[in-house]
C-alpha cells in the first residue's frame, strides 16, 4: 500500500543553518504531497504542497520539489530560525481519495 | 479562517469509562477526519467522514466509534476506554479537489485512560 517515510530525528540545528529533511513515497498513481507542521501544543498547519512531478511547493523560506524519479519531497530551508522548532510531517493524497497518509514526523530543534 | 475547534485539550478517564470527543469546524466542509497521534508513529487514521451520516473505517478503528448528525460536527467515541488508547488526539476537515485540496486540523485533545 501507499506510504512514507521521513528521516528519523530529532533534528538539532544552530540557527542560520541550512535544514533538510528527507521524505520518501511509495505510491501508486500520480498522488499529491504535502508537508505540515506542528508547533509546540498547537495541531498541524499545511507548510507546503505540490501537487504533480517536478513541482514545487514554497512558503515561509521553505521549499519542496516533487521528485517521480526518485520519489521524494525533501524539505529544505536556506537559513533556519529558533521559531522554527516544530514537528514537521511529510504526508502524500493518493489520487483517487480524499485520505492523507503520513510519515512518522521529524522533531527541529533550532538552537541560537 | 478556518477554524476546527475540538471540546477539550485534556482529558483524564478511567478504564472501561465511555469517552466521547468532540470536533466542530465552521466552514461547511463536506469531509471530516479522526487520527491519532504517536510518537514515532505519526499521524494514523482511525475514521472519516465524506459526508453527514456517513462514515468510514480508518487504519486503525478497533475500540473506536464515531457519529455524525450534522455536518460540522463530528464526535469520536471511545465505548469502553483502556490504558493503550492513551494518545493525542487531532481531528480535521477538508474541501476541495486537486490543487486546491487541504486538511484543516484542530489543536488536538490529550487524553490519558488511567
Known amino acids: 500500500g501507499d506510504s512514507v517515510t521521513q528521516m528519523e530525528g530529532p533534528v538539532t540545528l544552530s540557527e542560520e543553518a541550512f535544514l533538510t529533511i528527507n521524505c520518501t513515497y511509495t505510491a501508486t498513481g500520480y498522488p499529491s504531497l504535502f508537508w505540515y507542521v506542528q508547533y509546540p501544543g498547537e495541531g498541524l498547519q499545511l507548510l507546503l504542497k505540490?501537487?504533480?512531478?517536478?513541482d514545487k511547493g514554497s512558503n515561509k523560506g521553505f521549499e519542496a520539489t516533487y521528485r517521480k524519479e526518485t520519489t521524494s519531497f525533501h524539505l529544505e530551508k536556506g537559513s533556519v530560525q529558533v521559531s522554527d522548532s516544530a514537528v514537521y510531517f511529510c504526508?502524500?493524497?493518493?489520487?483517487?481519495?480524499?485520505?492523507?497518509?503520513f510519515g512518522q514526523g521529524t522533531t527541529l530543534q533550532v538552537k541560537p | 479562517d478556518v477554524k476546527v475547534t475540538q471540546s477539550s485539550r485534556y482529558l483524564v478517564k478511567r478504564t472501561g469509562e465511555k469517552v466521547f470527543l468532540e470536533c466542530v469546524q465552521d466552514?461547511?466542509?463536506?469531509?471530516m477526519f479522526w487520527y491519532r497521534q504517536d510518537p514515532g508513529l505519526g499521524l494514523r487514521l482511525i475514521y472519516f467522514?465524506?459526508?453527514?451520516?456517513m462514515k468510514e473505517k480508518g487504519d486503525i478503528p478497533e475500540g473506536y466509534s464515531v457519529s455524525r448528525e450534522k455536518k460540522e460536527r463530528f464526535s469520536l467515541i471511545l465505548e469502553s476506554a483502556s490504558t493503550n488508547q492513551t494518545s493525542m488526539y487531532l481531528c480535521?476537515?477538508?474541501w476541495g479537489q486537486g490543487v486546491f485540496y487541504e486538511q484543516y486540523f484542530g489543536p488536538g485533545t490529550r487524553l490519558t485512560v488511567t
Open positions: 480535521a476537515s477538508s
Open positions: 467522514s465524506y459526508d453527514v451520516k
Open positions: 505540490a501537487t504533480k512531478a517536478d
Open positions: 466552514m461547511d466542509h463536506e469531509n
Open positions: 504526508a502524500l493524497k493518493p489520487g483517487n481519495t480524499g485520505k492523507l497518509i
